[in-house]
C-alpha cells in the first residue's frame, strides 16, 4: 500500500491544523492506521493509533484531549485533527499502516508515508 500525507503547514500556537493521509494500492479496512512524529535530533515517536473498524483509538498522553485520530474507510483515508497547538508539537508528522496488532511501537507498521511538516510558532 502507498500512504500520501498532507495537510502539514506554520500555524500559531494555540491553532489548528488538519492531517490527511490517503492510501492506495490495498485494502485500506485492512490495516490499522497510526500517525508518528520526528522532531529534529529525536527519535520518531507515537501519536495516535485507529484499529481498522474505527472504533478502537489511542494518543499519546502529550497530545491526549487536544489531537484525535479518525478514518473514513470508503474514501481510503485517516485523519489527524489537531487543535490547540503548541511549539513542542513541531515535527515532521508521519502515517503509517500495520497489518499486525494495533501498536504504539513504529517497529510493528509495515508501510509509512513520506512525512509533513508540522511548524508551531510561538
Known amino acids: 500500500v502507498q500512504l500520501q500525507a498532507s495537510g502539514g503547514g506554520l500555524v500559531q500556537t494555540g491553532g489548528s491544523l488538519r492531517l490527511s493521509c490517503a492510501a492506495s494500492g490495498g485494502t485500506f479496512s485492512s490495516y490499522g492506521m497510526g500517525w508518528f512524529r520526528q522532531a529534529p535530533g529525536k527519535e520518531r515517536e507515537f501519536v495516535a493509533v485507529?484499529?481498522?473498524?474505527?472504533?478502537?483509538?489511542d494518543h499519546a498522553e502529550p497530545v491526549k484531549g487536544r489531537f484525535t485520530i479518525s478514518r473514513d474507510n470508503v474514501k481510503g483515508t485517516v485523519h489527524l485533527q489537531m487543535n490547540s497547538l503548541k511549539p513542542e508539537d513541531t515535527a515532521i508528522y508521519y502515517c503509517?499502516?500495520?497489518?499486525?496488532?494495533?501498536?504504539?511501537?513504529?517497529?510493528?507498521?509495515?508501510?509509512w508515508g513520506q512525512g509533513t511538516q508540522v511548524t508551531v510558532s510561538s
Open positions: 485507529i484499529g481498522r473498524s474505527g472504533v478502537y483509538t
Open positions: 503509517a499502516a500495520s497489518t499486525r496488532l494495533i501498536s504504539r511501537r513504529p517497529t510493528s507498521y509495515d508501510y
